[in-house]
Protein backbone atom coordinates (compact mmCIF):
# COMPACT_ATOMS: atom_id res chain seq x y z
CA UNK A 1 0.00 0.00 0.00
CA UNK A 2 1.24 3.66 -0.82
CA UNK A 3 -0.08 6.38 1.48
CA UNK A 4 -0.13 10.14 0.61
CA UNK A 5 -0.07 12.11 3.26
CA UNK A 6 -1.32 16.14 2.96
CA UNK A 7 -2.46 18.65 5.45
CA UNK A 8 -5.38 20.96 4.12
CA UNK A 9 -4.46 24.25 2.97
CA UNK A 10 -4.22 27.23 4.51
CA UNK A 11 -7.08 29.12 5.16
CA UNK A 12 -7.77 32.88 6.56
CA UNK A 13 -7.54 31.91 10.28
CA UNK A 14 -4.35 30.19 9.40
CA UNK A 15 -2.76 33.58 8.31
CA UNK A 16 -4.46 35.29 11.13
CA UNK A 17 -3.09 32.91 13.86
CA UNK A 18 -6.67 32.12 14.92
CA UNK A 19 -7.53 28.83 16.42
CA UNK A 20 -10.05 26.52 13.87
CA UNK A 21 -10.29 23.60 15.56
CA UNK A 22 -13.84 22.30 13.51
CA UNK A 23 -15.31 25.34 12.76
CA UNK A 24 -15.86 24.82 8.80
CA UNK A 25 -13.45 27.68 7.58
CA UNK A 26 -13.03 27.57 3.60
CA UNK A 27 -9.67 28.01 2.01
CA UNK A 28 -7.99 31.19 1.50
CA UNK A 29 -6.62 33.02 -1.97
CA UNK A 30 -3.19 31.24 -0.61
CA UNK A 31 -4.43 27.68 0.59
CA UNK A 32 -6.73 27.69 -2.99
CA UNK A 33 -2.87 28.22 -4.95
CA UNK A 34 -1.56 25.84 -2.43
CA UNK A 35 -3.82 22.71 -3.54
CA UNK A 36 -3.15 23.64 -7.23
CA UNK A 37 0.62 23.98 -7.05
CA UNK A 38 0.07 20.29 -5.27
CA UNK A 39 -2.26 19.02 -7.71
CA UNK A 40 0.06 19.81 -10.51
CA UNK A 41 2.94 18.32 -8.43
CA UNK A 42 0.56 14.78 -7.51
CA UNK A 43 -1.31 14.69 -11.00
CA UNK A 44 0.69 11.62 -12.56
CA UNK A 45 0.89 9.45 -9.50
CA UNK A 46 -1.87 6.95 -9.03
CA UNK A 47 -4.73 7.11 -6.60
CA UNK A 48 -7.09 4.29 -6.21
CA UNK A 49 -8.78 6.25 -3.00
CA UNK A 50 -8.83 9.62 -1.58
CA UNK A 51 -10.23 9.60 2.39
CA UNK A 52 -10.72 13.02 3.87
CA UNK A 53 -11.46 14.85 7.05
CA UNK A 54 -15.19 15.43 6.85
CA UNK A 55 -14.13 19.34 8.02
CA UNK A 56 -14.68 21.55 5.06
CA UNK A 57 -11.10 22.91 4.38
CA UNK A 58 -10.18 19.18 4.27
CA UNK A 59 -12.41 18.20 2.03
CA UNK A 60 -11.97 21.00 0.13
CA UNK A 61 -8.92 20.37 -0.56
CA UNK A 62 -8.93 17.01 -1.39
CA UNK A 63 -11.79 18.13 -3.74
CA UNK A 64 -9.29 20.29 -5.49
CA UNK A 65 -6.34 17.59 -5.82
CA UNK A 66 -8.37 14.54 -6.99
CA UNK A 67 -11.77 15.64 -6.79
CA UNK A 68 -12.35 14.93 -10.89
CA UNK A 69 -10.04 11.45 -10.79
CA UNK A 70 -11.64 9.51 -7.91
CA UNK A 71 -14.48 9.48 -5.54
CA UNK A 72 -14.00 11.19 -1.81
CA UNK A 73 -14.52 9.64 1.35
CA UNK A 74 -15.35 11.33 4.49
CA UNK A 75 -13.72 9.43 7.61
CA UNK A 76 -14.61 10.70 10.77
CA UNK A 77 -11.61 9.32 12.13
CA UNK A 78 -9.55 12.12 10.56
CA UNK A 79 -11.30 14.94 11.82
CA UNK A 80 -9.78 17.86 13.62
CA UNK A 81 -8.58 17.61 17.14
CA UNK A 82 -11.74 18.88 19.50
CA UNK A 83 -10.84 22.23 21.10
CA UNK A 84 -13.90 24.09 21.79
CA UNK A 85 -13.19 26.17 24.38
CA UNK A 86 -10.72 27.71 21.87
CA UNK A 87 -11.93 27.93 18.41
CA UNK A 88 -12.29 30.93 17.05
CA UNK A 89 -9.72 32.67 19.28
CA UNK A 90 -6.34 34.19 18.52
CA UNK A 91 -3.52 32.60 19.19
CA UNK A 92 -1.75 35.50 20.90
CA UNK A 93 -4.85 35.81 23.34
CA UNK A 94 -4.40 32.29 24.72
CA UNK A 95 -1.80 29.48 25.88
CA UNK A 96 -2.01 27.35 23.25
CA UNK A 97 -0.86 23.88 24.85
CA UNK A 98 -4.29 21.91 24.48
CA UNK A 99 -2.02 19.39 26.92
CA UNK A 100 -3.03 21.80 30.14
CA UNK A 101 -6.66 21.20 29.24
CA UNK A 102 -8.89 18.87 30.22
CA UNK A 103 -11.23 16.51 28.32
CA UNK A 104 -13.30 18.56 30.30
CA UNK A 105 -13.27 21.43 28.63
CA UNK A 106 -13.75 19.86 25.59
CA UNK A 107 -10.48 19.45 24.19
CA UNK A 108 -9.24 16.44 22.97
CA UNK A 109 -5.46 15.01 24.47
CA UNK A 110 -2.99 14.46 22.03
CA UNK A 111 -2.72 10.49 23.56
CA UNK A 112 -6.69 10.64 22.50
CA UNK A 113 -5.78 11.93 18.83
CA UNK A 114 -3.00 9.41 18.48
CA UNK A 115 -5.31 6.37 19.47
CA UNK A 116 -7.83 7.70 16.88
CA UNK A 117 -5.34 7.75 14.44
CA UNK A 118 -4.51 3.70 15.37
CA UNK A 119 -7.78 2.97 14.06
CA UNK A 120 -7.83 4.80 10.89
CA UNK A 121 -4.56 2.74 10.21
CA UNK A 122 -6.11 -0.30 11.24
CA UNK A 123 -8.72 0.51 8.97
CA UNK A 124 -6.83 1.76 5.73
CA UNK A 125 -4.84 -1.47 6.26
CA UNK A 126 -8.00 -3.65 6.51
CA UNK A 127 -9.93 -2.14 3.41
CA UNK A 128 -7.05 -0.64 1.17
CA UNK A 129 -4.13 -2.89 1.47
CA UNK A 130 -2.98 -2.88 -2.53
CA UNK A 131 -4.09 0.47 -2.93
CA UNK A 132 -2.86 4.09 -3.62
CA UNK A 133 -4.47 6.06 -0.77
CA UNK A 134 -4.43 9.89 -0.66
CA UNK A 135 -5.15 10.97 3.11
CA UNK A 136 -6.00 14.68 3.59
CA UNK A 137 -6.71 16.29 6.72
CA UNK A 138 -5.65 18.28 9.59
CA UNK A 139 -1.98 19.28 11.29
CA UNK A 140 -2.48 17.36 14.42
CA UNK A 141 -4.03 13.95 12.72
CA UNK A 142 -1.23 14.42 9.92
CA UNK A 143 1.68 14.30 12.24
CA UNK A 144 0.44 11.16 14.07
CA UNK A 145 -0.65 9.59 11.29
CA UNK A 146 3.20 10.27 9.73
CA UNK A 147 4.53 8.61 13.41
CA UNK A 148 2.28 5.50 13.40
CA UNK A 149 3.18 4.52 9.34
CA UNK A 150 6.39 5.41 9.75
CA UNK A 151 6.64 3.34 12.77
CA UNK A 152 8.50 6.10 14.73
CA UNK A 153 8.22 6.32 18.57
CA UNK A 154 5.29 8.51 19.91
CA UNK A 155 6.04 11.58 21.86
CA UNK A 156 3.29 13.91 23.61
CA UNK A 157 4.54 16.79 22.21
CA UNK A 158 4.17 15.61 18.42
CA UNK A 159 6.67 17.69 17.08
CA UNK A 160 8.83 15.09 15.43
CA UNK A 161 8.03 16.43 12.06
CA UNK A 162 6.56 19.96 10.57
CA UNK A 163 3.21 19.71 9.07
CA UNK A 164 2.89 22.98 7.41
CA UNK A 165 -0.08 23.90 5.04
CA UNK A 166 -0.38 21.74 1.86
CA UNK A 167 2.13 19.33 3.59
CA UNK A 168 3.23 16.57 1.32
CA UNK A 169 4.43 13.02 2.15
CA UNK A 170 4.51 9.26 0.09
CA UNK A 171 4.82 6.68 2.29
CA UNK A 172 5.31 2.84 1.23
CA UNK A 173 3.63 0.81 3.57
CA UNK A 174 4.39 -3.12 3.24
Known amino acids: MIVYLVRHGKTEYNEQGIVQGTLPIPLSKVGEMQCRMLREKIKDKQIDACISSPIFRAYQTAM ?8 IEKNDLLR ?3 IKVLEGRSKKDIEIDPENYGEK ?5 NKSVFKRCEKFVNFLKENYKDKKVLIVSHGIVIQCL ?3 LNEEKYKDDLTSVNINNCYFEEINIK
Open 80 to 82: ERE
Open 105 to 109: DGIEQ
Open 64 to 71: ILVGDRVR
Open 146 to 148: HII
